[in-house]
């Protein structure tokens, strides 16, 4: 990292008095319903949903071992505990700007490491992915991972003390809810009393029953894949090729197989919500499925340990029908409870927010998708237009919008943009664009790149889910604990700075947290200078205040357009076209100026807010 991150000296404003291009003069200087049929706009009326989620990954966040050994032990390379997440981190996390701290990985998994002497029953290395195992293979849903305790026995209450300190900094707290699969290893030993454990009274005579929490395939034993090596060339506990289970269970993934490829989620086994999958997906969900009650108290039990909302893994895995019956039912508990849900099928997306009540959805097969490709220097602007005119229209204020996280690779890595200024235009449209919530993964916001091959997570561009490992530039920041960023470079300190002023400001103003939205593509289209493909702008506004957003995803050119803010754009915005108006860069702390002719540096933003001239 050797170049300036932040294009604040490039950006040039022309300091004479400009007045917006437009067709009539004699427009209406107050603010006008927006025509249905206006190609630029939509229907929506925007809700504030403004959450500024801040995504960690509790395993790594805190961990200040550097060994980084390949397949490393826990002891070797080190684990973040709760307790690493002090007062003086979530201060940190406050002052970026975040509202929510998603806690990843929080419920206890299937892991390598040996707890025995806790009463924690060993797990077969043959069905973890990973020494330190996937946090999505949950192997108790009552409980916490002891990896994240620095007393194993007291693990909870050190849970329950973290969520007790994030309330004290005015955050609130979201964990995973895994409602798909578990673990193959699943057995509750934490579970409160009276509660029947998954599969303790499955008949396992069935390949399907509705009131079975699994499926079956009888006659038939599970068969480990013979390609999977657990630790490479270590060997990991009770390694031995086999697993016994008979009869074999569906795989997570809809692997309704004894023998799953290594390439499918073998290590989790799928749960019965009612679907008959072999059978056309027959449903058989009256009277409610057994799996649905057992879920549904899983959910009450986490909402009472005070935490405000759930992240739901593969939510489109599960059939609708359960999270139209078991949101509410948790609501009735916590009203104020959160759920968002994991999606990818944009034809499913309208269904899962009002049929299956959830409040939020992931924006990928969109919105991510369409700006990793401008990042990347492919595709163009039209990606995001389609986003808000087609694949969210209506509900875009319901959509999760972000660049990294788990799941994803490295904004900073060699496989994705191989600079963390890429992120700049376009995480200033994934927190502007709308008034849904943001997220930002922990290490993106000081370019962390996720270089080295971690084990079961390969060089990949991830920062792994699987493996023990010091996440390096989040531990420059993290500066042993003081969490100062103390050790970062300029470079990375321009760039936190630049999402400390992005997301403190989308918290703040009125404009982007419940503001419409009028595109200005088709206005500046036939502009010389306006690189339609890699520049985009668009105005965000409310009676109280009116903001026009542009960015240049440009790796290499300098755009010097004079942008035009149409006669339709003025007046849905209530801009009175015989006035002037000045334009002050709340994004870059740039002084006002009353001209639209600008120079827009690549890789730059700019949130300027629209004030009449006194």
């Not at 946090?135 to 108790?140: E, L, M, R």
Request: hydrophobic letters at 35%; one cysteine or more.
């Amino acid at each position: 990292m050797k170049k300036v991150l932040l294009p604040l000296a490039a950006l040039a404003l022309a300091l004479a008095a400009f007045r917006i291009p437009f067709s009539s003069p004699n427009s209406a200087p107050v603010a006008e319903p927006i025509s249905l049929a206006d190609p630029n706009t939509t229907e929506e009326v925007p809700q504030d949903n403004k959450l500024i989620i801040y995504q960690l990954m509790t395993r790594l966040f805190g961990n200040k071992a550097t060994t980084n050994k390949h397949y490393g032990t826990l002891a070797e390379n080190g684990v973040g505990k709760f307790n690493d997440i002090t007062d003086t981190a979530l201060l940190a996390i406050k002052k970026l700007g975040a509202s929510h701290v998603w806690f990843t990985g929080v419920i206890e998994h299937a892991t390598m490491t040996d707890y025995t002497k806790h009463g924690i029953a060993l797990d077969d290395a043959d069905v973890v992915k990973g020494r330190a195992g996937s946090p999505y293979a949950i192997k108790d849903y009552y409980d916490v991972a002891p990896d994240l305790a620095v007393n194993v026995p007291n693990r909870m209450a050190e849970f329950e003390a973290l969520v007790k300190r994030t309330h004290s900094h005015g955050l609130k707290v979201i964990i995973d809810f895994i409602p798909n699969h578990v673990a193959r290893t699943y057995k509750s030993d934490a579970k409160p009393a009276g509660v029947v454990d998954l599969g303790e009274k499955d008949d396992k005579t069935k390949a399907f029953a509705p009131n079975n929490n699994f499926y079956y395939l009888p006659g038939q034993a599970f068969v480990v894949p013979k390609e999977y090596n657990p630790l490479g060339p270590g060997t990991g506990p009770r390694e031995d090729h086999k697993f016994q289970e008979m009869p074999a269970k569906a795989t997570g993934n809809d692997v309704f197989s004894a023998t799953p490829s290594v390439n499918d989620w073998f290590e989790t086994i799928k749960l019965n919500y009612g679907v008959d999958y072999q059978n056309n997906r027959q449903l058989h969900i009256t009277p409610v499925p057994d799996t649905w009650k057992k879920m549904r108290d899983i959910l009450v039990f986490w909402a009472n340990k005070n935490v405000d909302g759930f992240r739901c893994d593969m939510a489109e895995m599960v059939p609708v029908e359960f999270w139209t019956w078991v949101i509410p039912e948790v609501k009735k508990v916590k009203p104020d409870l959160i759920f968002l849900g994991e999606a990818y099928n944009p034809k499913e997306y309208k269904r899962y927010l009002t049929e299956g009540k959830f409040d939020f959805l992931y924006d990928k097969v969109g919105l991510y998708d369409g700006l990793r490709r401008l990042m990347h220097g492919e595709g163009n602007t039209d990606d995001i237009t389609k986003v808000w005119s087609q694949e969210s229209r209506g509900f875009g204020s319901r959509m999760l919008r972000f660049l990294e996280n788990h799941d994803e690779q490295r904004i900073a890595s060699k496989d994705f943009a191989g600079d963390p200024r890429a992120a700049i235009p376009a995480m200033t449209v994934s927190a502007t664009l709308g008034s849904g919530p943001v997220m930002l993964y922990f290490g993106q916001e000081v370019g962390e790149p996720a270089h080295g091959s971690e084990g079961f997570s390969s060089e990949d561009g991830r920062t792994t889910i699987f493996d023990y490992w010091g996440v390096p530039e989040h531990q420059k920041w993290m500066n042993g604990g003081k969490f100062d960023g103390g050790r970062l470079s300029a470079e990375q300190k321009q760039l936190r700075d630049f999402y400390s002023r992005l997301l403190n400001l989308t918290a703040t103003s009125d404009a982007i947290r419940r503001g419409r939205f009028y595109e200005l593509q088709d206005a500046n289209n036939l502009g010389q200078q306006y690189d339609q493909r890699h520049v985009y702008s668009y105005l965000r506004f409310t009676d109280k205040q009116k903001l026009l957003i542009v960015a240049n995803f440009s790796r290499d050119k300098t755009s010097k357009p004079t942008l035009v803010i149409s006669k339709e754009a003025m007046q849905a915005a209530g801009l009175n076209p015989d006035k002037v108006y000045t334009y002050t860069d709340l994004l870059n702390n740039a002084p006002a100026t009353q001209g639209l002719t600008m120079t827009l540096a690549p890789q730059s933003a700019y949130v300027f807010e629209i004030n009449l001239k006194q």
